[in-house]
C-alpha cells in the first residue's frame, strides 16, 4: 500500500527510477504515403493534396453557374435597349442601355400604371434584328389597366374620361394615334395597354394587330439600370 504523501514508482521507471527516454522519431507510413522521415510530404500525398484542391475548385465554379442558371431563370435577368422607342427615359441606338428585370414582380402581383415592363413580342408583329440578333422581347410602359378605356385625344392620355398625368416625358410631347380611326383602346381582363416614352418614334400598342399585351407574355417589370454606370440607379 502506498503512503499518501509517496510516489509510487510507473511503468517509465526502471530498478532506480529514472526516465527512460522515449524514441521520438516520426513514424514512417508502412506504404511509403505521407510524409517521410525528414517530416516532407511524400509525391503521392501531394498528388492526392492537387487533385482534392482541383476538385473542390471545380465544384465552387459548378455550383455558382447553377446559382446564376437559377437567378437569370426564375428570379431576375438583364435586357438591352435595341432601339429609341423608351428614349429619353432609356436610350437605345447609340448607347445601348441595360436595365435588370424582376421575373417575380407579377406573380403575386398586378402591373401596375407607369411600370416599364418587358414583354414577349405581340402576337402577329413582326420580329426585327439588331445587329444581327432578332429581339423577342420588347420594353414599353404601362398606360392602361384591365378593363379600363384608353383614349387618345388632342395629343393627350385620357384613362376612363380623365387626362392621365404623365410626369416622365419631355414636356410638349404629343400622344397621336397611328390611326385617326382608331383612337380609343378597351383593356380586355388580364391585359395591359403599353406605350413607349418616345411617341413620336415607338411602334407601340396603337400600331399593332392585337394592341393590348396578355400578362401571361410579361417577362418581368424593369427596375434597374446597370449599364452605363454614368446612368445607374433605378427606373
Known sequence: MTPADETPDTPDTVGT??????????????????KGIDGDESPEAARRRRIRGWVEWVAVIAGAVVIALIVRTF??????????????????EGRRDRVV???????????????????KVPEGEPSMAVDGQTV??????????????VELRDGEVWIDGE??????????????????????????????????????????????????????????KAFIRIWPLSAFGGI
Open 17 to 34: 527510477g529514472a526516465p527512460v527516454e522515449l524514441d521520438k522519431r516520426p513514424e514512417v507510413e508502412a506504404s511509403g504515403h505521407g
Open 163 to 220: 387626362k392621365l398625368d404623365e410626369p416622365y416625358l419631355p414636356e410638349g410631347t404629343r400622344t397621336d394615334p397611328a390611326d385617326p380611326s382608331r383612337a380609343t383602346f378597351v383593356v380586355p381582363d388580364d391585359c395591359v395597354f403599353v406605350l413607349g416614352d418616345n411617341r413620336g418614334a415607338s411602334r407601340d400598342a396603337r400600331y399593332w394587330q392585337h394592341p393590348c399585351v396578355p400578362e401571361d407574355d410579361i417577362v418581368g
Open 101 to 119: 428585370v424582376n421575373r417575380l414582380a407579377y406573380r403575386w402581383g398586378e402591373p401596375g400604371r407607369g411600370d416599364i415592363i418587358v414583354f
Open 75 to 92: 428570379l431576375f435577368t438583364t435586357f438591352w435597349i435595341p432601339s429609341g422607342s423608351m428614349e429619353p427615359t432609356l436610350m437605345g
Open 136 to 149: 423577342k422581347d420588347l420594353i414599353k410602359r404601362v398606360i392602361g389597366l384591365p378593363g379600363e378605356t
